[in-house]
């Protein structure tokens, strides 16, 4: 049983002996909700209303349109990969486009795995919100709590998953410190370096965003010491498992796999070779299909691993300063950004060593648009066109117009 998963089952036993013994008038103050709300109703479900205009024939000939565009992009623009799509939790177009192998000629599939990279974030997020909502850390903790060794005062795991910490790269002092490139690095030696090296870190913590991978390797070191399981194990014990994600694995584990995995290239279409880098988990690392993300996309409409409430978090905003025509912001491993319809979208984009990648999810109509690509070539700069198709500005009202005026 999954290390959250027993202490959730444990703690439910306790509190159900507990009401059995406090009085109604206690189960109506404080004291009693307190205990209540930790009998969440896991399969509970946000839905959402289906206007009468989405009718079969409508999302049908929405599919159609969907695939002419990933057709186009194929043969016009060298697009390699795999998409879904979905509308009102109904999917609305999957295929897969091109090769996992070009070398081979091998086909991809819709259950070929692919390198997450970014993307990889908003598991390592829920990870802790996870650990949190358990009681078992807390945002504001200093980082300092978890990895005694780490140098830097002041940084909070609030401010990792923020990327407000002000901490370096590692992909670029790792490039100085490390000294066998042909050697795999791992979290555990990128601490080391850190502790030992002190890079230097850019700016006073929580002043300012910058994105930054590093913090996102620290989280999911945080998750191991938290919960004395190795980041691999415990992702998949607690989240791929019970979420039924078949396909989705930790780098790892690539080795092990029996499933198609797809391979990374470079623009050349040749294949990219591995790099010492690509050990290092929390940031990147995780590998999935557009099935699997589905799945996973569903889930959060659910209280299976986390409260609503928990949840809201990651997709509430921490920017403090915006830039001139910047309308995006930040969560908890996701992006936050409106779309032209005027929705708000959580996404995140992902990019590493031969693999591009994109996972979009709008709360508003339950939709999601998720690409894997194995070829990073350009053919996805078309990414904003594509949003203003599925998510087309309304015409302005008669009363706007006038306004503008």
Same mark, same amino acid.
């Given at each position: 049983?999954?290390?959250?998963?027993?202490?959730?089952?444990?703690?439910?036993?306790?509190?159900?002996?507990?009401?059995?013994?406090? +009085? *109604?008038?206690?189960?109506?103050?404080?004291? @009693?909700?307190?205990?209540?709300?930790?009998?969440?109703?896991?399969?509970?479900?946000?839905?959402?209303?289906?206007? /009468?205009?989405?009718?079969?024939?409508?999302?049908?000939?929405?599919?159609?349109?969907?695939?002419?565009?990933?057709?186009?992009?194929?043969?016009?623009? @060298?697009?390699?990969?795999? !998409?879904?799509?979905?509308?009102?939790?109904? &999917?609305?177009?999957?295929?897969?486009?091109?090769?996992?192998?070009?070398?081979?000629?091998?086909?991809?599939? %819709?259950?070929?795995?692919?390198?997450?990279?970014?993307?990889?974030?908003?598991?390592?997020?829920?990870?802790?919100?996870?650990?949190?909502?358990?009681?078992?850390?807390?945002?504001?903790?200093?980082?300092?709590?978890?990895?005694?060794?780490?140098?830097?005062?002041?940084?909070?795991?609030?401010?990792?998953?923020?990327?407000?910490?002000?901490?370096?790269?590692?992909?670029?002092?790792?490039?100085?410190?490390?000294?066998?490139?042909?050697? /795999?690095?791992?979290?555990?030696?990128?601490?080391?370096?850190?502790? #030992?090296?002190? +890079?230097?870190?850019?700016?006073?913590?929580?002043?300012? $965003?910058?994105?930054?991978?590093?913090?996102?390797?620290?989280?999911?070191? !945080?998750? =191991?010491? &938290?919960?004395?399981?190795?980041?691999?194990? $415990?992702?998949? =014990?607690?989240?791929?498992?019970?979420?039924?994600? %078949?396909?989705?694995?930790?780098?790892?584990?690539?080795?092990?796999?029996?499933?198609?995995?797809?391979?990374?290239?470079?623009?050349?279409?040749?294949?990219?070779?591995?790099?010492?880098?690509?050990?290092?988990?929390?940031?990147?690392?995780?590998?999935?299909?557009?099935?699997?993300?589905?799945?996973?996309?569903?889930?959060?409409?659910?209280?299976? *691993? #986390?409260?609503?409430?928990?949840?809201?978090?990651?997709?509430?905003?921490?920017?403090?300063?915006?830039?001139?025509?910047?309308? =995006?912001?930040?969560?908890?491993?996701?992006?936050?950004? +409106?779309?032209?319809?005027?929705?708000?979208? !959580?996404?995140?984009?992902?990019?590493?060593?031969?693999?591009?990648?994109?996972?979009?999810?709008?709360?508003?109509?339950?939709?999601?648009?998720?690409?894997?690509?194995?070829?990073?070539?350009?053919?996805?700069?078309? *990414?904003? =066109?594509?949003?203003?198709? *599925?998510? +087309?500005?309304?015409?302005?009202? &008669?009363?706007?117009?006038?306004?503008? @005026?």
């Amino acid at each position: 049983m999954a290390f959250l998963r027993v202490q959730f089952l444990l703690l439910k036993c306790i509190v159900v002996s507990v009401l059995c013994f406090i +009085p *109604l008038s206690c189960q109506e103050s404080g004291t @009693g909700s307190l205990l209540g709300s930790l009998l969440i109703d896991r399969d509970s479900r946000q839905e959402v209303a289906i206007p /009468a205009s989405f009718t079969p024939a409508s999302a049908e000939k929405l599919g159609h349109q969907v695939d002419s565009i990933f057709t186009y992009l194929h043969k016009r623009r @060298g697009f390699n990969g795999t !998409v879904l799509f979905t509308k009102y939790d109904q &999917v609305i177009h999957k295929k897969a486009y091109g090769y996992a192998d070009f070398y081979r000629k091998d086909s991809l599939t %819709t259950e070929t795995a692919f390198q997450l990279a970014s993307v990889s974030k908003q598991f390592t997020a829920m990870a802790i919100m996870m650990l949190k909502e358990e009681g078992e850390l807390n945002y504001d903790d200093s980082v300092q709590q978890y990895i005694p060794d780490f140098p830097y005062k002041g940084i909070t795991i609030r401010n990792l998953l923020t990327h407000r910490s002000g901490l370096p790269n590692y992909t670029y002092f790792s490039d100085e410190l490390w000294p066998d490139r042909k050697k /795999a690095i791992t979290n555990d030696d990128v601490l080391n370096l850190m502790a #030992v090296h002190h +890079p230097r870190i850019f700016y006073k913590p929580d002043t300012r $965003f910058d994105y930054s991978n590093t913090g996102y390797l620290l989280l999911a070191s !945080v998750v =191991e010491k &938290v919960s004395g399981m190795p980041f691999a194990a $415990f992702m998949h =014990e607690n989240i791929f498992e019970p979420l039924e994600m %078949t396909n989705t694995f930790m780098f790892h584990d690539l080795t092990e796999r029996t499933g198609k995995v797809a391979t990374g290239h470079n623009r050349n279409r040749n294949k990219r070779t591995s790099d010492y880098l690509d050990t290092v988990l929390g940031d990147k690392g995780m590998y999935s299909t557009v099935e699997d993300l589905y799945k996973w996309d569903q889930a959060l409409y659910t209280q299976k *691993l #986390v409260r609503w409430e928990t949840l809201e978090e990651a997709f509430t905003g921490t920017r403090t300063e915006k830039k001139k025509n910047d309308d =995006e912001d930040y969560g908890f491993g996701w992006r936050i950004k +409106p779309l032209e319809n005027g929705d708000t979208a !959580v996404y995140h984009a992902g990019l590493w060593h031969g693999y591009t990648t994109y996972l979009l999810r709008n709360p508003k109509d339950h939709s999601a648009l998720i690409i894997l690509s194995n070829l990073p070539n350009g053919s996805l700069q078309y *990414l904003k =066109e594509i949003r203003s198709f *599925l998510y +087309p500005a309304q015409p302005l009202t &008669v009363a706007a117009k006038m306004k503008q @005026g």
